[in-house]
């Protein structure tokens, strides 16, 4: 992309930024409280010391790569939205290699987790890709069935096939034990999952920007008959960006089992892959700026605790910023490519 | 009295008719909408927004229908919303559904905290089953006037759309929109009334959860059937009579589970459970395909291209 | 404040666990001499404290906590069980100066015994009851036997049925939730031996349509009593009083929801949360793992609905003086579960402070209609 595009998304997306945050002032405005000083514990909830960063950062793993189940096959005209499906069957997917690898060498066993995460969400949206170029089914409507389907299923695994009676308080699956646990960065209190993240936007960034293969996917996005015309192979292109954006949030379930629970439950379907469709929106698809609106996101969620406790504003206060956001970013869209001073002048 | 499967008969079809009136309403106004050619998948934040601020309205108020008036009128403000972001150009409509849907549940998370822990009034039904001696069929047929006023609803908006003036125009700005131009209508204009009137209709069913069944405000009443009607419309090919059947097939289907298992067939509930995204997936691999439009789809649609 | 960390580690030394079994009163020392030290008490909730279930019952308890001497309270809803939950807390501690946090929901446990090594000036509770020798010495569980209570709601339920058929609904297949239903149904069958119970799982903590759902279902099967074990049993009491059938209650006082058809609930008591926080205060000790049933005071039976008739509540308010009094065992011989097979011979009893026991249920008994699901 170049300088000037850059720019433009840029000033765009903080134009969004800037007008939802007003929009909320005034919501929080009407609650009787200072938007100013709500702004000022936002901020420092989210960015203001050493913990609230690592905070913000460890919210931010999980939904760099949810957000790529989105973006990657946005990027070939798709609109996929079964990252939290995804997510849920690379969780249980991990849990069952973990557990029947027991024994095996601790750094071998965690890459053939994480392929198993990645595998089984790859598959589980590779599905609606192929669904949808061989069949026609619309893949908004089927990923978001595939994620009810997907949440059935985990409850049903971990209540019974796959459970650990010896866990008493809630029903969960066999633990993976300790031994392939990844646990935190060393230095920090923030799981291994960031590091897993920002890999995987990097890989996908030079993926989409210096491959043909990621020529070719801007080509199908862009414009079907002319990919067509072109002789792209339009079913292998959508479906291989399907399976890879299914895989990043498969790898965000992994994540969840190898570096925060250890076991599959309930509790891997959190709304993670839901939120990661807000960020592929915001970073407008774009690989590296997913890593900066994930962390900006990460931050909204993280500093909504402490605008619970100091202005007892409801948690669903950072939902509803979240969503001016992203219909403010939406509608500004319609400024792109509208600005002369964002286009190189040679053009 | 010993019903056993007369009684899983009877809870299926009292749960289709109850369970039922949030997917008709929903999928009745997503119809609207999606034959003008636009989609508005935030009608799930709608519903929310819909039951939260119904059931706030009736609590204050004590009148459950202005409750429901309300939430049809919130629920047309986030239509109104949607019509308009959507006719900014280059503006996906679906993306912003998805915003919407964020929104609208952000929005009544938020303003709903009030109102999880009292009891608002609840709407009245009819006892059509009065004549009846078994308690449980007089419950089946225990019907709310939002049954009775979506199922009178279906066929006069089929009727509507394929008989009057007003019904064409709204088809032809979905089938042809350079056509609807070149005669002189604003498109985007009849876009965003029909996804205007869509969230009204959507708000209504919110009311419903709320205010009638299962009848009261927490975070999690709704599970997601204000997306599955969205699936809904697609397999009852944008016919609103059709809408009706098909809701009462996912009311079926959801009341199937929990009927079963008050019989003592209790194993696999989960997946049980699921049947209604199962069977809407189902429905939908079956009735696509990759070479035409679906049947019925209005050609502006994105989301059957 | 590492000298205050000392003090209390030391005299925690002599660990409580051993008064545990001898009921509040002897767990609470004269405390009264040292002065309260200010402190912040942070509660984290897994759904909205005013659910009118599960939540609500810790935040009555909170509420409570922060009438006490020096003590500033914050709360924090919705928080998932994931890392979230730990970070949570941890913000508490760090950007709030919390001194004592309430972690109120079972997935919370893991995040609390990673944060309590850290945080050896914190006290750490959790509802689960899960403390075991080797963990921190900062951390305590604590939870009552709710089965003591659902054996009197069964009692009274036993005592007005009219069908002989009960209704039990579960949120999530687990061995509580199954020792309550037990307990349920013993209660109704200690009246009337000929009474069932269906017990159905509905798979979540809160699903308003399918609890509504299965409340109809169960209804139209002819059940006339009801008790759901969700996190708020509000749809379902709503639900069975407009079908014109009674209900008991759980976690909360729920009475007001059915003013016909109540007869009386199961409900928490969390009240010791309140001395755990004086502990911390003063320097005092506390246990690291308290549990109990009526006899300890950590159990409660929602006041008598409308349709609860004096000589049930006279029997009713009886049994409960004799779980006070230990002669009343929830669990004896003969026993059968609802498969013929026999869990306790003729004879046998078991203590109703037998956790060994309680915690390993994966049986229904006899008279029971389901599953558990549970390993065998």
Redo the contacts between chains.
């Keep these: 992309m170049r300088i000037g595009a850059w720019a433009e998304t840029a000033a765009i997306s903080a134009a969004a930024l800037l007008s939802s945050l007003a929009l909320f002032g005034v ?1 929080v405005a009407l609650r009787g409280l200072d938007p100013l000083e709500v702004y000022a514990t936002l901020f420092h ?1 989210a960015f203001g ?1 050493r ?2 960063l690592e ?1 913000t950062l ?2 931010s793993a999980p939904l760099m790569l949810t957000a790529l189940c989105t973006a990657l096959p946005a990027r070939a005209g798709l ?1 996929v ?1 079964g990252g939290e499906g995804a997510l849920v069957i690379g969780g249980v997917m991990t849990v069952l290699v973990g557990v029947s690898l027991a024994g095996a060498p601790a750094p071998l066993a965690i890459a053939a987790m994480c392929a198993a995460g990645a595998l089984g969400g790859g598959l589980w949206v590779g599905a609606a890709g192929a ?1 949808r ?6 893949e ?3 990923t ?3 994620n ?2 997907a949440i ?2 985990m ?2 695994l971990v ?2 096939p796959i ?1 650990d ?1 010896a866990q ?4 969960a699956s066999w633990p993976i034990g300790p031994a392939f646990m990844i646990g935190e960065m060393p230095g920090t ?1 923030i ?1 291994w999952g960031l590091a897993f993240g920002v890999a995987a936007c990097l890989g996908t960034w030079v993926l989409m920007r210096h491959t043909t293969f990621g020529f070719a996917v801007d080509i199908l996005g862009g414009n079907a008959r002319a990919a067509r015309m072109a002789g792209l192979p339009i079913g292998v292109l959508i479906l291989v960006t399907s399976i890879l954006g299914g895989a990043a949030a498969g790898l965000a379930g992994a994540i ?1 089992i190898i570096a ?3 076991f599959a ?1 309930a ?1 891997l379907a ?1 709304g993670y892959g ?1 939120t990661g ?2 960020v592929a ?1 915001l970073a407008r698809q774009n690989p590296l700026a997913v890593i900066v609106v994930a962390i900006l996101l990460g931050g909204i ?2 500093s909504g ?2 605008l ?2 100091r202005f007892g504003l ?11 956001l ?2 403010a970013v ?2 500004a ?2 400024l ?1 490519g509208r600005f002369r001073i964002f286009r190189p002048r040679t053009a | 009295m010993e019903l056993g499967w007369w009684g899983v008969l009877i809870a299926v079809a009292g749960g289709a008719a109850r369970v039922s009136v949030p997917y008709l309403f929903v999928s009745l106004g997503e119809t609207l909408t999606e034959r003008s050619g636009r989609v508005n998948l935030g009608l799930e934040g709608t519903l929310v927004l819909g039951a939260m601020s119904g059931y706030g309205i009736a609590y204050l108020s004590g009148s459950p229908w202005l409750g429901v008036l309300v939430a049809g009128s919130v629920g047309a403000g986030l239509g109104l919303v949607h019509g308009l972001v959507c006719n900014l150009p280059r503006v996906n409509d679906i993306a912003v559904g998805i915003a919407l849907f964020l929104l609208g549940t952000g929005l009544a998370f938020y303003l709903g905290k009030p109102f999880i822990q009292p009891v608002a009034p609840r709407l009245p039904h009819l006892e059509l089953g009065a004549w009846s001696a078994s308690p449980p069929v007089r419950a089946a047929l225990e019907i709310n006037a939002l049954f009775v006023a979506g199922a009178l609803l279906a066929p006069l908006l089929g009727w509507a759309l394929f008989n009057t003036r007003w019904g064409l125009i709204v088809r032809t700005v979905g089938d042809n929109a350079d056509a609807a131009r070149a005669l002189g209508y604003s498109v985007g204009w009849i876009r965003a009334a029909s996804t205007t009137a869509g969230g009204f209709l959507a708000g209504v069913g919110g009311s419903f959860l709320s205010l009638y069944y299962p009848g009261t405000w927490n975070e999690g009443l709704s599970s997601g059937q204000g997306l599955m009607a969205i699936a809904l419309v697609i397999f009852a090919r944008w016919s609103p009579l059709r809408c009706f059947w098909v809701s009462l097939l996912f009311g079926g289907a959801t009341a199937l589970g929990p009927a079963l298992q008050s019989v003592g067939i209790t194993a696999h509930y989960y997946l049980l459970n699921a049947a209604p995204y199962v069977l809407t997936l189902t429905l939908l691999i079956w009735s696509s395909s990759p070479r035409h439009l679906l049947v019925g789809a209005p050609s502006e649609l994105t989301i059957s291209r | 404040m590492p000298d205050t960390v000392l003090t209390r580690r030391q005299m925690l030394e002599g660990s409580a666990a051993a008064l545990a079994a001898a009921g509040l009163e002897g767990i609470w020392p004269r405390l009264a001499q040292a002065a309260a030290k200010p402190v912040t008490v942070g509660f984290i909730y897994v759904g909205p404290r005013n659910d009118y279930g599960w939540n609500q019952s810790h935040a009555v308890a909170a509420k409570k906590v922060a009438k006490l001497e020096g003590v500033k309270l914050i709360e924090q809803e919705n928080v998932p069980e994931t890392v979230e939950a730990e970070k949570v807390m941890e913000s508490m501690i760090r950007q709030d100066g919390a001194g004592v946090v309430f972690a109120t929901s079972f997935g919370y446990w893991p995040s609390v015994l990673k944060l309590a090594p850290k945080h050896p000036g914190v006290l750490f509770t959790h509802i689960g009851a899960l403390w075991k020798d080797g963990d921190p010495k900062n951390t305590i569980g604590y939870r009552g036997y709710m089965e003591e209570p659902h054996y009197l709601c069964g009692v009274a339920a036993g005592h007005l049925s009219k069908s002989r058929k009960l209704g039990f609904i579960g949120s999530k297949p687990l061995y509580f939730i199954f020792n309550n239903a037990n307990g349920f149904i013993l209660g109704a069958r200690s009246v009337n031996p000929a009474i069932t119970c269906q017990v159905v799982i509905t798979g979540d903590w809160n699903n308003p349509v399918r609890e509504a759902e299965v409340t109809n279902s169960l209804i139209d099967q002819g059940v006339d009593v009801i008790v759901a074990n969700v996190d708020s049993a509000k749809v379902v009491i709503e639900n069975a009083e407009r079908r014109g059938i009674m209900s008991c209650g759980y976690h909360t006082d729920v009475s007001e929801l059915a003013p016909k058809g109540f007869l009386t609930g199961a409900e928490w008591n969390w009240a010791a949360g309140a001395q755990f926080v004086k502990a911390w205060q003063t320097g005092g000790a506390y246990p690291n793992l308290l549990r109990g049933g009526f006899r300890q005071d950590m159990v409660a039976i929602s006041p008598f609905g409308k349709a609860v008739p004096p000589e049930v509540r006279t029997k009713v308010q009886a049994l409960r003086q004799a779980f006070v009094d230990d002669s009343l065992k929830l669990y004896k011989g003969p026993l059968k579960d609802n498969e013929g097979n026999v869990i306790l011979k003729d004879g046998q009893v078991i203590a109703n402070d037998d956790n060994k026991f309680k915690l390993a249920v994966n049986f229904l008994v006899e008279g029971a209609i389901g599953k558990t699901g549970l390993k065998k």
């Design positions: 919501f909830g010391t913990f609230s905070h460890t919210q609109l939205i669904l170029h061989w069949r026609g089914v619309n908004t409507i089927s978001l069935l595939l009810y389907i059935a299923v409850n049903h209540t019974g459970r009676f008493v308080l809630k029903p209190s799981h969840e925060v629970h250890g439950s509790s959190v839901y469709i807000l929106f969620s993280a605790g402490l619970q406790r409801p948690d669903a206060a950072t939902l509803v910023l979240q969503g001016l992203f219909v939406l509608a869209n319609t792109a």
